[in-house]
């Protein structure tokens, strides 16, 4: 059986042990957190402190906190026996203190409190600084996920680069149609299986084909009266860009 | 039972046609299309022209055409019997001949001849002139879906506008991400769950509440990082606008 101890009390810290918990061959044996109250989430299920000298020896210490903190807390580590992980996405293997067994456990999905995650279909990516540290990221990885790769950290970071187009980019454009939805007084739940199937089609058929509208068709009339619909300079600037950029795309390819 | 006569042969009228033909109160008198050869997919089930002036009267004439088009093809339906009415989202109902009786049939959903169509959730906004042609519309509309809402033509354009933020723009962001992805020799399907994810969560909790990433939390270092690694003029552009524009969003509202 693996022992962990979980670092951090966040989202993905929240998810990761919800996951391990129900897990036979994962032993958590401890959650820390800096903050005490942080700690109520875990403490009926496992040893909870928030003394950082307190932290155990584990097979994997798993670091689940901001990106900034990282580094700091790993150097608190370097007398713990067993494999030092991080799981994000942007922060390097090689950001780990260089005298320990280091690795990394990036889940790449969003995480919520209030949403639940099917881990089994997340694509877990671990990279280790030996066949053996990797052998057992992925034995870890494997008790909860059937979607595991061996990324390195320059993968990971085009990834996690990648993850803010199809993520925070794409929310923030469900975000501008409803606020032009508010503004005129129309539902935004009636785009909603719009939604749900552009991103379907996209991954059946490729964003590239599945491209439609206005600026694929290269329809300036259309563009032009959109442009001149929209009253928000933001917007307007947004649906000019992303505009030029369909039409560049296209235009180039064709 | 209501007879239909539809015009045009696109994917628009191609899923409308399949979805009609399978319904008992409604049946499909004639298809036509400028193209002889594009009536192929229709002529096995109903009767077909290429000939305008071999229209034939229905309870309604449903264009299904470019937008550039409806204005001219409905002047040649001026002396037919029947609702002369069209599917687009950007096109007035005043558009449509003044002495006529006339409508909107507009499904807001994305189309293309590779994906099948549950018109059931299918979001079917119609409008007309009159009560008694609003109702045959409703009727119609019914038929095929269980998402019907009236919808004038001011609001429609807005829904329109939307949709190429919530499709259009959303998809562009999807295709950032794959060149990414391809440049630096990872799969894009590796962010099939996230981009699921992002589509169910938006549409649970509001894309307001949704946002994520760098730019929300505005951590102007990983934005510097991010900003550096797109070699990419157009992706760097883009970056950069809409992490400023999310920024703004919560920053104004913090």
């Known amino acids: 059986m693996l022992s962990i101890v979980i670092l951090g009390t966040g989202n993905v810290a929240k998810h990761l042990f919800d996951a391990f918990l129900v897990q036979k061959s994962v032993k958590i044996t401890q959650v820390y957190g800096r903050n005490p109250e942080s700690l109520s989430y875990f403490e009926g299920n496992t040893k909870v402190t928030s003394d950082i000298s307190q932290i155990k020896d584990a097979d994997v210490l798993l670091i689940a906190i901001s990106d900034d903190a990282i580094v700091e807390i790993s150097k608190r580590l370097q007398d713990k026996k067993g494999l ?5 996405g942007s922060v390097p293997l090689d950001a ?8 990394v456990f990036y889940p790449l999905q969003t995480f919520s409190k209030e949403r639940a995650v099917n881990f089994k279909e997340i694509p877990l990516c671990i990279e280790a600084l030996t066949e053996e540290d990797h052998e057992l990221l992925k034995q870890l990885a494997k008790s909860i996920s059937d979607n595991v790769h061996r990324i390195d950290s320059n993968q990971r970071k085009s990834l996690h680069l990648a993850a803010v187009f199809a993520n925070n980019f794409t929310n923030h454009m ?8 508010e503004q005129n007084k129309v539902r935004f739940e009636l785009l909603s299986p719009l939604i749900k199937e552009t991103a379907a089609k996209a991954l059946a058929i490729s964003p590239y084909e599945a491209q439609t509208g206005p600026a694929r068709r290269n329809n300036r009339g259309t563009i032009g009266k959109q442009l001149n619909q ?9 649906y000019s ?4 950029s369909i039409q560049k795309t296209y235009g180039e390819k064709l």
């Open 84 to 88: 030092i992980v991080h799981t994000s």
């Open 96 to 103: 780990l203190p260089k005298d320990s067994r280091c690795g």
């Open 174 to 181: 469900y975000h501008a149609a409803q606020e032009i939805c």
């Open 230 to 238: 929209l009253h928000n300079e933001k917007l307007k600037t947004i």
């Open 241 to 244: 860009l992303l505009s030029k």
